[in-house]
Each structure stands twice: as C-alpha cells, then as structure tokens.
C-alpha cells in the first residue's frame, strides 16, 4: 500500500467538497471513502498547489479562506516549488515532443499536478482523468476511485 498519495483536483472536489455534475454524485462518496482510507492507513494525502487552487475556484471568496486553512491543516498541500518544475520540464520535452503537438492549458495543468507528484516521491496518483491516467502511467502508478460500497455515513 502506499506511504504518499497524490490527488488530483476532481477527486479532492468530490471528497472535501462534495460537489459534483450530474451523474457523478456516487464519486462524492467514493471520493470520501478513500481519503477515510488512507488516513484509517496513516497514508499522507497530498494535493499540489496547483490542483487545491483548482478546488478553491468555485468556493465564494468569503469562505476560500477559512477552508484554505481547513485544508492545509488536514492535508499535504505541496507547492510547485523548483523541484516541481525540473520535473515538469522534462515532462514536457519527453512527451510534447513525442507527441508532436502543442499542449494544451489543461494538460500544462495535469503536467504540473503530475511533476509535484514525481518530485514529491509520490508513491500513487489518483485521478478520475483518463487523459491523465494515460500519460502519467509511464512515470508513477495511477488509479482511479476504486469501487467502495456505499455507506450512509463517513467522517472524514
């Protein structure tokens, strides 16, 4: 099992949250259920920066501040500082160029996401984006939300 787990902002949306688009509504309780994991596992949560500024977005300004520092007290909230983006570079040049195509805003994003969690020696990435997923096999184990039984009631 792992020791450090990184996430990815949809799944950190839907366990701290707990909001989603219609038709993942289940996510919000898979999502809870394996942060109650791994803290239950002493396993460290940790969310880049750049995907807990991603989860703050569509928090009201008045409440961004209290739930940042929620957030920070309870988690890993790991900045992309210069090992992040050594890591990122070589991301970049490793996949932009073997892909021969421009990458876009979103994926500078998920590259950013997925160099913090190289940097930080990650042990899993766990993410709901299958794009994500597919590239960032090649560098660090990637998982989805695993398929938890529903309960009524977690405390996390």
Known sequence: MARVA????????????RDATSG?????????????TCKE???????????FGEVLCP??????????????KEYLITPFD???????AKLWREKSDSQNQEVSRKMKTDYMILATAIAKKAD??????????????DYIRTEGLPGYT??????I
């Open 82 to 88: 210069a090992q992040c983006a050594m890591e990122f």
């Open 150 to 155: 529903m309960q009524t009631s977690l405390d």
């Open 6 to 17: 990184c996430f990815d902002s949809n799944i950190v949306g839907w366990a701290i949250r």
């Open 59 to 72: 928090i009201s300004l008045e409440q961004q501040k209290d739930f940042g520092l929620l957030m920070m």
């Open 124 to 137: 899993v990435l766990y993410t709901e984006d299958r794009k994500l997923q597919r590239f960032a096999g």
């Open 24 to 36: 993942q509504e289940d996510n919000i309780l898979k999502a809870r259920a394996l942060f109650k």
């Open 41 to 51: 596992k002493n396993i460290k949560i940790l969310i880049p920066a750049i995907a």
